[in-house]
């Protein structure tokens, strides 16, 4: 049955799940029509994608109740049709990992230590302030752009390998980095741009809210979940 201390865990799971908006940006930059991007394809696919979400959840629970696992998967007989789901999950995983973390290993790409600009933007724009060689050439990404490339890749792997309580993994990570992600940077940055112009005073005044709506949930969240952690340990 569900009861409100399992609040924190649903609300970093939830956030969890659409921390694919950090894609957004830089399938922006690269487009070379900028003025073609329509945001209803972005609504359009967060709600297909909630739709997607709940109902698998929704039916994972009426089969199995309070014994389903947090891996689904985990909760399913093992069976021929079990593997193919595993090897399924397999592939998916091999073809989205790399998009998903596109966002990060672009930004670091401009860092100076990995051969970039150092000017932390994306795309073509940062493409564009990268010192050219004599030849007119892009230069060869440095040693570090292969390193950072290679940590990043196995801190992920070594997470998932030594902390096997995948719901707790997608919770802690949805309220303490999604919520900033999610949240609190998309109000702060619409109110330093105005891209809309300037804005009256209660405008202004509900993004602040909500920008520290999101910082101080992500906090207490994340405390509640890591203390929920601690006592089912005990």
Same mark, same amino acid.
């Given at each position: 049955?569900?009861?409100?201390?399992? #609040?924190?865990?649903?609300?970093?799971?939830? =956030?969890?799940?659409?921390?694919?908006?950090?894609?957004?940006?830089?399938?922006?930059?690269?487009?070379?029509?900028?003025?073609?991007?329509?945001?209803?394809?972005?609504?359009?696919?967060?709600?297909?994608?909630?739709?997607?979400?709940?109902?698998?959840?929704?039916?994972?629970?009426?089969?199995?109740?309070?014994?389903?696992?947090?891996?689904?998967?985990?909760?399913?007989?093992?069976?021929?049709?079990?593997?193919?789901?595993?090897?399924?999950?397999?592939?998916?995983?091999?073809?989205?990992? !790399?998009?998903?973390?596109?966002?990060?290993?672009?930004?670091?790409?401009?860092?100076?230590?990995?051969?970039?600009?150092?000017?932390?933007?994306?795309?073509?724009?940062?493409?564009?302030?990268?010192? =050219?060689?004599?030849?007119?050439?892009?230069?060869?990404?440095?040693?570090?752009?292969?390193?950072?490339?290679?940590?990043?890749?196995?801190?992920?792997?070594?997470?998932?390998?030594?902390?096997?309580?995948?719901?707790?993994?997608?919770?802690?990570?949805?309220?303490?980095?999604?919520?900033?992600?999610?949240?609190?940077?998309?109000? =702060?940055?619409? #109110?330093?741009?105005?891209?809309?112009?300037?804005? !009256?005073?209660?405008?202004?005044?509900?993004?602040?809210?909500?920008?520290?709506?999101?910082? #101080?949930?992500?906090?207490?969240?994340?405390?509640?979940?890591?203390?929920?952690?601690?006592?089912?340990?005990?």
């Amino acid at each position: 049955v569900w009861t409100a201390h399992d #609040l924190p865990t649903y609300f970093g799971i939830v =956030l969890f799940d659409m921390v694919s908006t950090t894609c957004v940006l830089p399938i922006l930059q690269d487009m070379e029509d900028k003025k073609a991007f329509k945001a209803q394809v972005i609504s359009l696919s967060f709600a297909i994608t909630f739709f997607t979400f709940a109902s698998f959840g929704l039916l994972g629970y009426w089969c199995f109740g309070e014994t389903a696992k947090p891996m689904i998967i985990r909760s399913l007989p093992n069976t021929i049709f079990l593997q193919i789901v595993k090897v399924s999950m397999c592939i998916g995983l091999f073809c989205t990992f !790399p998009l998903q973390l596109f966002p990060a290993t672009e930004i670091a790409d401009q860092w100076h230590l990995c051969g970039g600009a150092g000017t932390g933007t994306l795309g073509q724009d940062a493409d564009e302030k990268v010192p =050219l060689t004599p030849g007119g050439s892009a230069p060869a990404p440095k040693i570090a752009f292969y390193i950072v490339r290679f940590l990043t890749i196995w801190l992920s792997a070594a997470v998932a390998i030594f902390i096997p309580d995948f719901g707790f993994i997608l919770a802690l990570t949805g309220a303490l980095c999604a919520s900033t992600l999610g949240i609190t940077y998309p109000c =702060l940055a619409y #109110l330093k741009l105005e891209p809309d112009g300037p804005m !009256p005073a209660w405008k202004t005044g509900c993004y602040y809210f909500l920008a520290l709506f999101g910082f #101080l949930t992500g906090i207490v969240c994340s405390i509640m979940i890591i203390n929920g952690k601690a006592e089912k340990g005990h």
